[in-house]
C-alpha cells in the first residue's frame, strides 16, 4: 500500500514538473532563428547594383554582423516587454556600424553602409524578427486619428458619424432628439 502510494506521488509530482515547465515554455516569445547565409543572399539581391559591384560577400557578413552587434546591445527588446515601444534615430545605427567600421579597417563607403543596414532590417523584418513602422505611415495614421476635444471624432445619436470638416453642414435635427 505504501509502495502504490509513494509511486502515485511521484506521478502527481512528475505531472506537476512538467506542466509548469510547458507553461513557461508557452509565454516565452516565438524564438526566430536567424540564418547568416541566408541573410547574405537576401541582402545581396536586395542591394543595388552599385554596391554590389564594390562590396564584397565578405565584407557584406561582416556589416551584418556589426547591424547585429548593434540591435543586441542597444536597441531591442522582447516582444512582449512591458517597456514599450522601442524609438530611435534613423542614423543611430549608420553612425554606430561606421564607427565600428573605422575600427574593423573595413574599406566601405557610407552610402553604402546606409543601404546594406536598409536591406538587412528588410530581411529582419520579412523573418518576422522585428517590427519598424515607417515614420511617415505612423505620422499619417496618427493625423487620421479624431482629436479628443474634436466633436466631429464623435457620433451623434442616430450612430451616424457627423459630415468631413468641409462637407455639407448637418440638418440642425439630424440624428439630435428634439428638446420635449
Request: contains cysteine.
Amino acid at each position: 500500500m505504501l509502495l502504490a502510494l509513494a509511486a502515485v506521488l511521484i506521478v502527481v509530482i512528475g505531472f506537476y514538473a512538467v506542466g509548469h515547465a510547458v507553461g513557461v515554455t508557452e509565454e516565452m516569445p516565438a524564438q526566430i532563428v536567424v540564418d547568416v547565409h541566408e541573410a547574405i543572399e537576401f541582402c545581396a539581391e536586395a542591394l543595388p547594383d552599385e554596391v554590389t559591384a564594390t562590396v564584397s560577400y565578405d565584407e557584406l557578413r561582416r556589416l551584418l554582423r556589426l547591424h547585429l552587434e548593434w540591435i543586441q546591445a542597444y536597441h531591442w527588446a522582447p516582444e512582449s516587454s512591458d517597456s514599450g515601444p522601442i524609438v530611435f534615430e534613423q542614423f543611430d545605427a549608420l553612425d554606430y556600424v561606421m564607427e565600428r567600421v573605422q575600427v574593423t579597417d573595413l574599406d566601405v563607403s557610407r552610402e553604402h553602409v546606409a543601404a546594406v543596414i536598409q536591406a538587412h532590417s528588410d530581411y529582419l523584418q520579412v523573418m518576422g524578427a522585428i517590427h519598424l513602422d515607417d515614420p511617415v505611415k505612423v505620422e499619417q495614421d496618427l493625423a487620421q486619428l479624431p482629436l479628443l476635444d474634436d466633436p466631429r471624432g464623435l457620433e451623434l445619436g442616430t450612430g451616424d458619424p457627423l459630415p468631413p470638416e468641409n462637407g455639407p453642414p448637418p440638418d440642425e435635427n439630424d440624428g439630435l432628439r428634439s428638446p420635449d
